[in-house]
């Protein structure tokens, strides 16, 4: 695994020997960067009249490919770009053990940058600097996939982009996600079932598909069994340990607090079950909490915790692996549509008091 280039061989992969860059004959021709380097390398299929304006284009510019990037390129070898915000995300390093996995098997190239803030301006950046690194498909943790939707910078790029997790289909972009929605709809059906009828909830981040999808499938499930929705028990988080402690005192403050917290994903909900603690809340008999993911805190907590398995290393492996299958044949379907995988209900001891005792 590597960082990628460094800024002058980055450069040197952007610009020719004129000093013309790639980018430069794609937009004089009408078309992406990677045709014009399929022209360059004689490699993917492109019609004749494509094929006459690159050329023009190419001519009119005068520009000179880098021979070093024209080696680079002609390898053939597959190299995915991935952008991360949160080093010591539990999600990111499950993602990172899919990826590597059908890296390795396909003898593929990782290359991993921080992406910024999560702006769409420091985002597209980092994504340019991946490309003139060398990239040449990108994989896309949330949100990210949510910040680039849409954007002119997907067509800019000209490389094929997947996204792990994304919470809805994306146009231009390979995704590969659970059905959030029912996902969160089943959890908190379980928690009904197990004779809740005041059930905290903590979302995600404004803006995040899955937010939205687990925030309507938690409603679902209220209006399914005929229980008012209380505004006072949903709060916002931001998927950090940090955000899950505040809203769960908030929560847990209230005049009437709730019996059971479902949060929307594992860290706020090990979050959740840490000011119960403090609180001298026993779990699960005072208080129930449930979270979603399945990451390795899951089992870490005590008592370990019940939740939605997404199964986020294969999700990763199934989109790197479309991506390298794109990268290979410019012309195939692969990473070309939304892939909607299984989920699973895992349940722990910090929702059953049987599990527990046992």
């Known amino acids: 695994m590597t960082n990628g280039l460094d800024e002058e061989d980055g450069m040197a992969r952007r610009r020719g020997s004129s000093g013309v860059t790639i980018q430069a004959v794609a937009e004089r021709a009408g078309t992406s960067t990677m045709t014009v380097s399929n022209f360059l390398n004689g490699t993917g299929k492109m019609g004749d009249a494509t094929r006459e304006r690159v050329r023009e284009a190419v001519d009119a510019l005068g520009y000179k490919p880098n021979a070093a ?64 690194s060398g990239a040449n498909a990108l994989l896309l943790p949330p949100p990210y996939s949510e910040l680039v939707a849409g954007q002119p910078i997907l067509a800019e790029l000209g490389v094929p982009i997947a996204a792990v997790a994304a919470g809805r289909p994306i146009p231009g972009i390979f995704t590969v996600r659970v059905d959030d929605r029912a996902a969160a709809q089943a959890m908190t059906d379980l928690l009904i079932r197990q004779g809740h009828r005041r059930i905290g909830f903590i979302g995600g981040p404004e803006g995040h598909g899955s937010t939205a999808g687990r925030l309507a499938g938690y409603r679902d499930s209220l209006l399914a069994h005929q229980l008012p929705e209380a505004p006072e028990l949903i709060e916002a988080g931001d998927f950090l340990f940090e955000s899950g402690l505040d809203a769960a005192k908030r929560l847990l403050d209230l005049a009437e607090p709730p019996s059971a917290i479902f949060a929307a994903n594992d860290d706020m909900a090990a979050a959740v079950i840490s000011v119960a603690h403090r609180r001298g809340l026993a779990i699960p008999n005072a208080l129930a909490v449930a979270g979603f993911d399945d990451t390795p805190i899951a089992v870490k907590t005590w008592p370990a915790l019940t939740t939605v398995r997404q199964p986020i290393a294969e999700m990763a492996e199934r989109a790197t692996s479309a991506l390298i299958e794109r990268i290979a044949n410019p012309e195939s379907d692969a990473g070309a549509a939304d892939m909607c995988v299984g989920f699973k209900l895992v349940e722990r001891a910090s929702t059953d008091i049987g599990r527990l005792r046992r």
Do not use: K, W
């Open 69 to 132: 990037a024209r080696a680079l390129a002609s390898s053939g070898a597959a190299r995915i770009g991935l952008v991360y915000a949160n080093p010591q995300n539990a999600f990111l390093s499950a993602m990172l053990v899919g990826t590597l996995h059908a890296a390795a098997a396909r003898g593929a190239q990782l290359m991993v940058q921080h992406g910024g803030d999560l702006e769409y301006e420091a985002l597209a950046e980092a994504l340019r600097a991946l490309v003139r």
